[in-house]
């Protein structure tokens, strides 16, 4: 059946009235705040927070991806009492037959705090979107634990996938609020992509990593049975000379682990993995990132690498995010995205995730990559050859929310409002992708934000009139 002329040009008239008030109006300042004060850590006998009962038990039990095309998966795990076992009993769902892996056991010691015993191992060479259970823990004199997950779908462009974002989550009520609701979310998320600021421990006295036990404590009914891809940010620098703890990232690298030798990458800070129909690229802030370094070196290789035949989805994480009106850390990332940018741009990057900043905002697609230092020419423009550009910081980390914008709403920002909550995107195939974010409000997991997303390099329309839930 046609469209009637009449109607048609209504259509188009109202879409072109539509993008003109989303490009001259700044977009949406959502007046939703849900919460001014600050939360505070949650005390530590927190039933969140508990030790598994048992001599020696496994504790703070996390997975991260182990290899570059989701086939191997990195299994950690703390001893308190005493080393115990480096080995990973596993087996698949519809299977009798046992495997096991050896990994390796590592300590170290921040100021006067001493770890336990942390294991690493990987697990390899793994059936696609399969269900394997693990066992953890064997061996004569420690309580064994048993956990499970599944395996990503074999690479290829079609397949969906859906992933969670979670940034900035340390460890309060509202913490714990928006863990609570990234696991209820009837959206399943397969895979949390977390975008950095792990626990805060660094906010306690001396960096206190008891804080640090206890945020794997916290996460691990997420994390043991789902990958988190793992991002840093700067409270997981860790540098605190005047303590004598002048190593950055010592807590980070000792206890997290990520694929980046299988990436090329020559540091843990920044690596890629594929995964379903999306490519990830993990970006450190913190890390040096100008002209000739590793960092900038390996993203100079990394970028022309992705073939957008087999992983149709360019997702890039980093903490510091590069577009942010809000009053907190304006222009941090302006360093990097003069760097990166227009490479984002050259190589069709699809999203951006990014924290640090604690609340949410989401950009048009833009880029601002005309400047020289003599022309003038630095004001983000729409191009759809772009990222949108996300802030997901909203964890409920004991620093509280940022609520005070910029004014008026620059541009380029879609929406932006200050509460906490998490995300998910929901990849249907090569072109599209379904997002949402979801503010924490009383109790509840409310979508506040969503929008349909159009792949750069398969269907890269102009996605932003869809915006706006
Ligand atoms: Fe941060």
């Given at each position: 059946?046609?469209?009637?002329?009449?109607?048609?040009?209504?259509?188009?008239?109202?879409?072109?009235?539509?993008?003109?008030?989303v490009l001259c109006s700044g977009g949406i300042t959502s007046s939703f705040v849900r919460k001014i004060e600050k939360?505070?850590?949650?005390?530590?006998?927190?039933?969140?927070?508990?030790?598994?009962?048992?001599?020696?038990?496994?504790?703070?039990?996390?997975?991260?991806?182990?290899?570059?095309?989701?086939?191997?998966v990195i299994v950690s795990w703390v001893t308190a009492d005493e080393p115990g076992s480096n080995i990973v009993q596993?087996?698949?769902?519809?299977?009798?037959?046992?495997?096991?892996?050896?990994?390796?056991?590592?300590?170290?010691?921040?100021?006067?705090?001493?770890?336990?015993?942390?294991?690493?191992?990987?697990?390899?060479?793994?059936?696609?979107?399969?269900?394997?259970?693990?066992?953890?823990?064997?061996?004569?004199?420690?309580?064994?634990?048993?956990?499970?997950?599944?395996?990503?779908?074999?690479?290829?462009?079609?397949?969906?996938?859906?992933?969670?974002?979670?940034?900035?989550?340390?460890?309060?009520?509202?913490?714990?609020?928006?863990?609570?609701?990234?696991?209820?979310?009837?959206?399943?998320?397969?895979?949390?992509?977390?975008?950095?600021?792990?626990?805060?421990?660094?906010?306690?006295?001396?960096?206190?990593?008891?804080?640090?036990?206890?945020?794997?404590?916290?996460?691990?009914?997420?994390?043991?049975?789902?990958?988190?891809?793992?991002?840093?940010?700067?409270?997981?620098?860790?540098?605190?000379?005047?303590?004598?703890?002048?190593?950055?990232?010592?807590?980070?690298?000792?206890?997290?682990?990520?694929?980046?030798?299988?990436?090329?990458?020559?540091?843990?800070?920044?690596?890629?993995?594929?995964?379903?129909?999306?490519?990830?690229i993990v970006l450190s802030s913190y890390s040096a990132y100008g002209k000739y370094t590793p960092q900038y070196r390996?993203?100079?290789?990394?970028?022309?690498?992705?073939?957008?035949?087999?992983?149709?989805?360019?997702?890039?994480?980093?903490?510091?995010?590069?577009?942010?009106?809000?009053?907190?850390?304006?222009?941090?990332?302006?360093?990097?995205?003069?760097?990166?940018?227009?490479?984002?741009?050259?190589?069709?990057?699809?999203?951006?995730?990014?924290?640090?900043?604690?609340?949410?905002?989401?950009?048009?697609?833009?880029?601002?990559?005309?400047?020289?230092?003599?022309?003038?020419?630095?004001?983000?423009?729409?191009?759809?050859?772009?990222?949108?550009?996300?802030?997901?910081?909203?964890?409920?980390?004991?620093?509280?929310?940022?609520?005070?914008?910029?004014?008026?709403?620059?541009?380029?920002?879609?929406?932006?409002?200050?509460?906490?909550?998490?995300?998910?995107?929901?990849?249907?195939?090569?072109?599209?992708?379904?997002?949402?974010?979801?503010?924490?409000?009383?109790?509840?997991?409310?979508?506040?934000?969503?929008?349909?997303?159009?792949?750069?390099?398969?269907?890269?329309?102009?996605?932003?009139?869809?915006?706006?839930?």
């Amino acid at each position: 059946m046609g469209v009637s002329r009449p109607t048609l040009v209504f259509c188009v008239l109202a879409a072109a009235v539509l993008k003109f008030a989303v490009l001259c109006s700044g977009g949406i300042t959502s007046s939703f705040v849900r919460k001014i004060e600050k939360s505070i850590d949650m005390p530590l006998d927190s039933d969140v927070f508990k030790v598994p009962p048992g001599y020696n038990a496994p504790q703070q039990v996390h997975i991260t991806q182990g290899d570059h095309e989701g086939k191997a998966v990195i299994v950690s795990w703390v001893t308190a009492d005493e080393p115990g076992s480096n080995i990973v009993q596993y087996w698949s769902e519809n299977s009798n037959q046992k495997h096991q892996a050896k990994g390796e056991m590592k300590t170290y010691k921040y100021y006067n705090y001493n770890s336990g015993y942390i294991h690493h191992c990987t697990i390899s060479n793994l059936k696609y979107d399969t269900k394997y259970y693990y066992k953890i823990g064997t061996g004569n004199t420690t309580t064994t634990r048993t956990f499970w997950f599944t395996t990503p779908p074999e690479v290829g462009p079609d397949v969906p996938y859906t992933f969670g974002f979670i940034g900035d989550l340390g460890q309060t009520h509202d913490s714990n609020d928006t863990l609570t609701h990234y696991e209820q979310n009837p959206i399943k998320g397969q895979t949390v992509l977390f975008v950095g600021d792990l626990s805060y421990a660094d906010n306690h006295p001396n960096h206190d990593n008891l804080r640090s036990d206890t945020w794997g404590r916290f996460i691990e009914r997420s994390v043991a049975y789902q990958p988190w891809i793992w991002t840093t940010g700067n409270h997981e620098l860790d540098y605190a000379p005047k303590i004598g703890e002048k190593k950055p990232f010592k807590p980070f690298t000792h206890r997290y682990q990520t694929p980046h030798e299988t990436a090329n990458s020559t540091a843990p800070f920044w690596y890629s993995i594929k995964r379903a129909s999306a490519y990830i690229i993990v970006l450190s802030s913190y890390s040096a990132y100008g002209k000739y370094t590793p960092q900038y070196r390996w993203l100079e290789e990394e970028l022309p690498k992705v073939n957008r035949s087999e992983t149709p989805w360019l997702i890039v994480l980093m903490h510091c995010p590069w577009y942010n009106s809000y009053s907190d850390h304006i222009l941090e990332g302006e360093s990097m995205r003069v760097m990166y940018e227009s490479w984002f741009v050259k190589y069709k990057v699809d999203l951006v995730f990014a924290g640090h900043v604690h609340a949410y905002e989401r950009s048009e697609r833009v880029s601002n990559t005309a400047y020289i230092i003599v022309n003038g020419i630095c004001t983000p423009g729409i191009d759809q050859s772009a990222p949108v550009y996300i802030t997901i910081g909203d964890g409920g980390n004991v620093e509280g929310l940022v609520k005070i914008m910029t004014e008026p709403q620059p541009k380029y920002s879609a929406y932006r409002e200050a509460s906490f909550g998490h995300a998910t995107l929901e990849i249907k195939n090569r072109t599209h992708a379904y997002y949402s974010w979801h503010r924490n409000q009383d109790g509840y997991a409310v979508k506040a934000d969503s929008m349909w997303f159009s792949n750069r390099y398969w269907h890269p329309v102009d996605d932003s009139t869809a915006a706006h839930s």
